[in-house]
T-cell receptor
Framework: GAGVSQSPSNKVTEKGKDVELRCDPISGHTALYWYRQSLGQGLEFLIYFQGNSAPDKSGLPSDRFSAERTGGSVSTLTIQRTQQEDSAVYLC????????????FGPGTRLTVT | AQSVAQPEDQVNVAEGNPLTVKCTYSVSGNPYLFWYVQYPNRGLQFLLKYITGDNLVKGSYGFEAEFNKSQTSFHLKKPSALVSDSALYFCAVRDGNTGFQKLVFGTGTRLLVSP
């Protein structure tokens, strides 16, 4: 079946502009996660959605970052007033929602802020 | 809070030789442990996990990992490496005793298998 999809695959933006990154999880997966992977770094957790529960936003680095998940499916990560340090690969993952479940990752969006 | 350490930035091994990629963890409750692999310009792919039961777990592409509670380790192994195994490997942990679902990842280990 279809995996997690993300769009765009690459995004180049000017400093100060807003960007939106999209994630389409696997159908039936109730949990959705956003991570950030910077060059030479591991994965940094950003935000987690589980069903209709309030999202866990504990990993968002600043109030310029926000995310929403509409209808329990598609999610959008928005970065306002982008800065050069926001340049990274943004990865989305989904899972069935149980603690023992593995996460399935999308191919990522490479964001470059010039 | 949980944490993961991957002490080696890079592991070099010759094709056909056994490989080990090290991972140690810290978690207050029962550990749920995962290994993921990332090929160039690709997302992460799930390899295997330990939740409970047999300490030796087998996963995709001939990989296995051994859970060692006393040493708080979960090293990834393969008896005979392939050049195509060259990739970036991440270990991750979640606390199985809480409702918190965040996976904490290590910084990754690059595996380079030479022909």
């Amino acid at each position: 079946g279809a995996g997690v999809s993300q769009s765009p695959s690459n995004k180049v933006t000017e400093k100060g502009k807003d960007v939106e990154l999209r994630c389409d999880p696997i159908s039936g997966h109730t949990a959705l996660y956003w991570y950030r992977q910077s060059l030479g770094q591991g994965l940094e957790f950003l935000i987690y959605f589980q069903g209709n529960s309030a999202p866990d936003k504990s990993g968002l680095p600043s109030d310029r970052f926000s995310a929403e998940r509409t209808g329990g499916s598609v999610s959008t990560l928005t970065i306002q007033r982008t800065q050069q340090e926001d340049s990274a690969v943004y990865l989305c993952a989904s899972s069935l929602g149980m603690r023992a479940d593995e996460q399935y990752f999308g191919p990522g969006t490479r964001l470059t802020v010039t | 809070a949980q944490s993961v350490a991957q002490p080696e930035d890079q592991v070099n091994v010759a094709e056909g030789n056994p490989l080990t990629v090290k991972c140690t963890y810290s978690v207050s409750g029962n550990p749920y442990l995962f290994w993921y692999v990332q090929y160039p310009n690709r997302g992460l792919q799930f390899l295997l996990k330990y939740i409970t039961g047999d300490n030796l777990v087998k996963g995709s592409y001939g990989f296995e990992a051994e859970f060692n509670k006393s040493q708080t380790s979960f090293h990834l192994k393969k008896p005979s490496a392939l050049v195509s195994d060259s990739a970036l490997y991440f270990c991750a942990v979640r606390d199985g005793n809480t409702g918190f679902q965040k996976l904490v990842f290590g910084t990754g280990t690059r595996l380079l298998v030479s022909p």
